[in-house]
């Protein structure tokens, strides 16, 4: 589940059991898909929307990792 993120492209992924009232049926059985915003705040590198983004003082509008990514240039 933690990497459907990024195999998905999107910022964050749920997955649930039950019914969800605005889901989608899709052609495989039992799926269903609901889509919706991210919560959170954008990071302005990677453009993820997370709620940890502005975590580190020093970098206010990073998420974690992209912070870690400008102080270490790893």
């Known amino acids: 589940e933690a990497q459907l993120p990024n195999l ?4 964050q992924v749920v997955l649930t ?4 009232p605005e889901a989608k049926v899709t052609d ?3 799926l ?6 991210a919560v959170g705040h954008k990071c302005e ?7 940890e983004v502005g975590r580190d003082a020093e970098y ?13 240039g790893k």
């Open 32 to 37: 269903k898909i609901q889509v919706a915003a």
């Open 8 to 11: 998905l492209i999107v910022s």
């Open 45 to 51: 590198r990677c453009w993820i929307y997370s709620e």
């Open 60 to 72: 206010p509008t990073l998420c974690p990792r992209c912070a870690t990514v400008i102080k270490t």
């Open 17 to 20: 059991e039950g019914d969800a």
């Open 28 to 30: 495989i059985a039992q």
